[in-house]
Structures are given as C-alpha cells and as structure tokens.
C-alpha cells in the first residue's frame, strides 16, 4: 500500500521515485502518433508513385485542398474531445455563403454587412445546436442531424425562391467584394508556387487550438467535459457555457470557410457540402480523437486533415480513377479507430504496479 | 512530520458546531416525491452516515447539498444561513465538496490537471491567458504526498491509479481548495477489502481535521468503522436517525436489511 496518513514516509525528501517512462511508451500515449506515421508513409507512398506529386506545386495545391477540409475539422475535433458530435458543418459552410450573397444581391447592401450577418447567423446555429444537446439531453447526433437536414433543404429552397435556380447569384461586382477577398481568399505567388491565404488561416487556428487546449483553463474544461461530464459539473466546470461555446465555435470556422468558398467561386452551388460534415470527423478521428470523447489534440486533427488531403489530390496525380478515394478514405478510418483504441489503453492501463 | 491532511484543512473548524443542517427538507420530481421530511445535521468534525437501499433516496438527498437540484420544502441552512443551490459551483463556494463513486475524477487526463480541475492556476483572467503548469505540477505533487496521498508520476493519467488512489485524490484535492463539508457518495462501493481501507482511513483523517463529512453507504460495516451518527433513508423517509452511543452494528445490519419487513419475510418464507 503506497499511502498512509499520519507520515507519508520520507516522501517529499525523495521525489525521485518517479517512474521515467520509456520513449516508445510516452509517444505511444500521444493521441497524434498514429496519423503522423500514417501521414509519412502515405505521403513516401506517392511521391514514389506520382510523379507529378513530387513538385512544389502541387504540395502546396495539397496543402490548400487540406486547409479547406482542415480549417473546420479544427472546430470538429475540438468538439468531439469534449464529447459531442456535430453533422450540420459540412452544410453550414455553404449556409454562411449563401445568407451573404443572396442578401447582398436582394437587397443591394456592401457584402461586410452580410459576411456580418451571416457569421451572427452561424452563431446563432451553433448556439441552437448546443443549447438543444444541453437542454433536452438528446445525443447531439440526432440534433445535428436535424439541423444538417434542416440547413440542407432550407439551402435549396430559399436560393430558388430568391434566384429562381439553385446557384447563388455572382456578387463579383458587389461593394466589399474586393477587400473581403483580399481576407478570406487571396492568394500570393513564391517563385511559381501559389501560397493560399487559407493555408496561413489554417496554421493559425490550429495553433490557436493547441494553445487552447493544452495550455488555458478552457482546454482544460473540454478534456473534462469530453472525459467525464458529471465530475467536470461536480468540481465546479461551467459545463453547458464549455459545450456551447464548442458548437459555436464549429460554427464560427464554417462560417469562415463558407467565406473563403464564396469570394474564391463568386457563386455557390445551394447543394453543395453534403458529406463534408463526415471528412471532418475522418480528420478528426485519423488524427486520434476518440469519439468517445475526452482525448486528443488540435496537431493531429491538422494531420488528419493533410492525410485527406494528400490522398484527394495524390490519386488524381498517381492517373488513378478517383472514385477509389472513398475507399481509401473508410479503411483509413477503421484503422485509425482501431489504433486509437490501443493508445488508449496504452494511456490507461496501469503502468506500474 | 507534522503535515497531514488536518494541517491544510479550514482553521476555523470547530469541532461539534454544526455547517449544514437540514429542516424538515422535502423533493419532488413531478409527481414524484423522492424525498419528504427530511432532518439531517451535519457538525464539523463529525462523520455522519447516510444508509439506504436503492431508491431510497440518497442520491436525491446528495444532489440537494451539493448543488445539483435545489429542494423544495423545508429549509437547507448553512452556517446558519438559509441557502438553496441552483448549481454545485454555489455549493462549492459555500465550502461543501462532493465526490461521487466512479465519477470522482477524469480517467484520462494528468493527476496534476484533475487535482486543479475547475481551480486552475492562470496567469491572468482572459480567456487565452496560460495556465501555470510547472506550479500546478509541483503544487499538486508536494500537497498530495504531504496529504498521504503518493503517486508515482504527477502526469500518469488519473486512470491508471486504483480505485482507492483516484477517491482519495479527490478527498485530497477538496481539503486542498478549501472544503469544509465533505460529501462522499458511495466511496467504497466499487473497491475491494484493501482499497476500502485506503479510503475510509482518508475518511477517518478528513474527520479528525475537523471537516464535516456526509458518508453515503450500502455497507453498514463501513459506516459503523467511522461513523458518528447513523440515518437510515426507506422510500424517501428517514427510518432511522440515531448516534454512535445509542445504536449497535447489529441493529445498523438488521435496519439496512430491512428490519421489520426482514422479520415479517423470515415469518412468511419459515421452513
């Protein structure tokens, strides 16, 4: 028995009893290892087989197709190591787009008021997601998967009653188009490779994250909240005002993309984004995310997302037909759960004894 | 060494003076009435032991001190004040800490980052602002070991300690930050013979600091090894409300099994 009550011993006079841990033993508890490893060797893997994969080009198109999916994947990850899912991201995107550019259109206003209005309106979503997983105690699958369905049809519905087809009018010609292009989507050339600006948006927020969560006090909350909610709620976490301001931070970085989407294309497809919502939790998960919650990091979500990436584009590269990318994509996903699932119990089980 | 739990508990303690006292304290959910009637003192430096069977009401009368659902009838005083919690962050403010069986603590995150959960150490009060890690480190790994509590690596996660460990973390982490009444829910119920031991040896220290301890138990053996008063909760009612001097093991055993309706039972079932 290592306790007793009256003298602990000479404990604190020799506070070298500690027990080092092997290398192999600490980066095996690291949530992010597994996708690092995979990102290498599939990463090794097409440059070897693609030659056209080999150029800086198109490693930084690779970066930019990551960045897209990575960027919100940031918000998911985050979301689910506090425990909840959210569906309705991948719709939310063009949501954001759309709301700006119709308004704009119809009413003839400087797009800044609708980027504005459409980021309140995101916010609000997300509010209403997490207020409803909070409130009535339904798993946020079925809640998102309401407003996924909900943002999907009402994407469709209202451009063609305000357009008459389901494409956003081009707001090219709109005042603000310029300089809110210069924010979300602009782009800058080193030698002969293009830099996206959302590559750069991408690193920022994911280091935003990891700071958030290893080293604040409201990272702290969305590992307890994730791990164990009711002794989270029992040592005092603000448990509902942590899980909201997940959701309405997913909403936030949907917002964001949605914002990149629309001054990159002019317009938006009313349709579009269905399924995103899932390449966002693959990234998370690849990258080691438990979907049970409480466990992970904002570094291998990044991951998670470049592997995405990489094979997107990769296979196009290797002249492969891309219809395999699915594939590809669901047994990276099992092996990634199955890896998750060792390095769990690799962090819980008792070391020593 | 002198430093043990008694030395990091509230000064103010006096033994005897009673923190929390419950009045004639009733709970309905809907229709339902899970609890009625209910007196129940609770005086620094004293253990006292909440027994039931399942439904009995316990759990109710937990959720009532510590914050997560406010009562209905009767009165909740603390310190002589007339309180009703609306959540467990104004019970802990009031000093009253409760840890839950298996829920006292977050399995994967860092000893240190569950000794400080909910307290955290900032550098400053915006919302980015850092948190105090080396501090947080050396503060919870030098306050647990002169607390009795050792463990090997202030950054294992929590999980990988046993049963008995990981409550007495928890206990530990209360006194720490200031608790002056102490609620145990079922603390032994998911430990062997040994690890009980560990936890109602802490229970035993808690006590002898000075602090008010609510001890809720099946297990009228554990409850008799540190308890100085005894309340039987049956169907949201007390059965039973007696002190250490007036009530047997025997008697304690008998009434958790069911008294009376044991004897009519005996009566029906004899062979």
């Known amino acids: 028995m290592s306790q007793t009550l009256q003298a602990p011993a000479p404990a604190p006079s020799e506070p070298t009893n500690r027990i080092r841990l092997s290398l192999s033993q600490r980066l095996l508890s690291r949530p992010e290892i597994g996708a690092l490893v995979a990102a290498i060797i599939i990463f090794i893997f097409f440059f070897a087989t693609a030659p056209s994969f080999r150029s800086a080009e198109s490693f930084f198109t690779v970066l930019y197709q990551s960045s897209i999916i990575g960027i919100v994947a940031v918000g998911v990850g985050l979301l689910m190591i506090g425990g909840e899912f959210d569906l309705s991201a991948g719709v939310m995107v063009y949501t954001a787009g759309l709301v700006t550019s119709m308004f704009c259109w119809y009413y003839g206003v400087n797009l800044w008021i609708g980027a504005g209005l459409s980021l309140i309106f995101c916010l609000a979503l997300g509010f209403l997601n997490g207020f409803l997983v909070m409130r009535t105690g339904i798993p946020s699958f079925l809640i998102t998967l309401g407003t996924f369905f909900v943002l999907q049809g009402a994407n469709l519905g209202v451009t063609k009653l305000v357009t008459g087809t389901v494409s956003s009018p081009d707001i090219s010609q709109i005042a603000g188009f310029d300089s809110l292009r210069a924010v979300f989507s602009s782009s800058f050339k080193i030698g002969s490779v293009t830099v996206w600006g959302s590559v750069l948006w991408w690193i920022a927020f994911v280091a935003l994250a990891a700071w958030t969560l290893q080293r604040t006090r409201i990272g702290n909350w969305i590992f307890a909240v994730g791990g164990n909610l009711d002794s989270a709620r029992a040592v005092g976490v603000p448990v509902v005002r942590t899980k909201i301001g997940l959701f309405m931070t997913v909403s936030f970085l949907a917002w964001f993309v949605g914002m990149h989407q629309l001054f990159r294309f002019n317009t938006l497809q009313a349709g579009s984004g269905v399924g995103n919502e899932f390449l966002y939790i693959i990234a998370a998960v690849v990258g080691g995310t438990l979907l049970t919650g409480g466990f992970g990091n904002a570094v291998g979500v990044a991951i998670g997302a470049f592997i995405f990436g990489m094979t997107s584009l990769g296979i196009i590269y290797a002249g492969w037909d891309p219809n395999w990318f699915k594939a590809f994509l669901g047994v990276m996903l099992l092996l990634a759960v199955l890896v998750n699932l060792y390095v769990k119990r690799m962090a819980t089980s008792r070391k020593v004894g | ?271």
């Not at chain 2, 006194?175 to 031991?197: C, H, M, N, W």
């Open chain 2, 1 to 271: 060494m002198t430093d043990t739990l008694a030395s990091h508990a509230d000064r103010d303690l006096n033994r005897g003076e009673p923190l929390i006292e419950m009045t004639e304290v009733g709970k309905s959910y809907g229709a339902i009435r899970a609890l009625s009637g209910i007196n129940l003192r609770v005086n620094a430096g004293e253990v006292t032991c909440v027994l039931g069977d399942n439904g009995a009401g316990k759990s109710t009368l937990i959720k009532i001190i510590s914050g997560l659902h406010p009562h209905n009838d009767g009165s909740l005083r603390v310190d002589g004040q007339e309180v009703s919690f609306s959540s467990p962050r104004e019970a802990l403010s009031h000093g009253i800490a409760t840890v839950y069986q298996d829920l006292a603590v977050v399995g994967l995150m860092e000893v240190w980052r569950n000794f400080f959960l909910g307290s955290e150490l900032t550098a400053g009060r915006y919302p980015l602002a850092g948190l105090k890690i080396k501090q947080m480190r050396t503060i919870a790994d030098t306050e647990l070991r002169k607390m009795g509590v050792v463990v090997k690596d202030i950054n294992q996660p929590i999980g990988t300690l046993s049963g008995g460990q990981r409550q007495c973390v928890a206990i530990a982490r209360a006194v720490y930050f200031g608790a002056r009444v102490l609620i145990l829910d079922e603390p032994t119920a998911a430990l062997g013979v040994k690890q009980s031991g560990v936890v109602l040896r802490y229970v035993a220290a808690a006590r002898d600091a000075g602090l008010g301890v609510v001890f809720i138990t099946h297990n009228p053996h554990h409850a008799y090894l540190v308890g100085d008063h005894f309340v039987i909760l049956k169907l949201g009612t007390t059965a039973l409300d007696k002190n250490r001097a007036e009530v047997s093991l025997d008697e304690l055993t008998t009434q958790m099994a069911g008294g009376d309706e044991l004897a009519e039972l005996s009566h029906e079932l004899k062979r």
